[in-house]
């Protein structure tokens, strides 16, 4: 089935540590989103791609890494630099720049250890 | 992208209806209605969209009214399954727009036996 595979499910990062999240889809879509989710709150967006090497920043990028290397890959770095990384997040993949929608993983929670 | 008004929350009995309002006063014509649910702890999942026709789907119907400033999402017979967060989205498509999806408070809608 096509679709999109984030992993792990959890993960944990301890202090002044670098985390990769996977995002990993087969649904050849050009465009893949990473977003973040706080408790209550809604989607915020870190980093997209429109097509294979080449990404934009989001609305809240600081402190995060991205790279697209290949079509059906998007993974996410959370640095050290972002000093309030526990959240859940969330890939997404779409057709660009069409009414097409968006499609979600199941997501990643990251928590500070 | 225009914002949305949704109820935070409804209930529903199970095997009846669930009918989900949604305003967007200041939708634009080239801006599309989009949503989507959330089951706790799981990604986005995309239900339905449209720009101002109804629409229907294996999941569900979509009613936009004439003048498009409100929608209505309808689930004909909802199950204990249909218990989630539900997403009203305005969006537009061009190459100002960056693609992201704005989620907001949502409607928690919960089917009751």
Request: neutral net charge.
């Amino acid at each position: 089935d096509g679709g999109i595979t984030q992993s792990p499910k959890y993960l944990f990062r301890k202090e002044g540590q670098n985390v990769t999240l996977s995002c990993e889809q087969n649904l050849n879509h050009d465009a893949m989103y990473w977003y973040r989710q706080d408790p209550g709150q809604g989607l915020r967006l870190i980093y997209y791609s429109q097509i294979v090497n080449d990404f934009q920043k989001g609305d809240i990028a600081e402190g995060y890494s991205v790279s697209r290397e290949k079509k059906e890959s998007f993974p996410l770095t959370v640095t050290s630099a972002q000093k309030n990384p526990t959240a859940f997040y969330l890939c997404a993949s779409s057709i660009w720049g069409q009414r097409e929608p968006q499609h979600f993983g199941d997501g990643t929670r990251l928590s500070i250890l | 992208d225009a914002k949305t008004t949704q109820p935070p929350s409804m209930d529903c009995a199970e095997g009846r209806a669930a009918n989900l309002p949604c305003n967007h006063s200041t939708i634009s014509g080239n801006e599309y209605v989009y949503w989507y649910r959330q089951i706790h702890s799981q990604g986005p999942q995309y239900i339905i969209h449209g720009l101002k026709n109804n629409e229907t789907n294996e999941m569900a119907s979509l009613i936009i009214t004439e003048d498009r400033k409100s929608s209505t999402l309808i689930l004909p017979h909802a199950t204990l399954r249909d218990t989630a967060v539900y997403y009203c989205i305005v969006r537009g498509h061009g190459s100002s727009n960056t693609g992201k999806l704005i989620f907001g408070q949502g409607t928690t809608l919960q089917v009751k036996p």
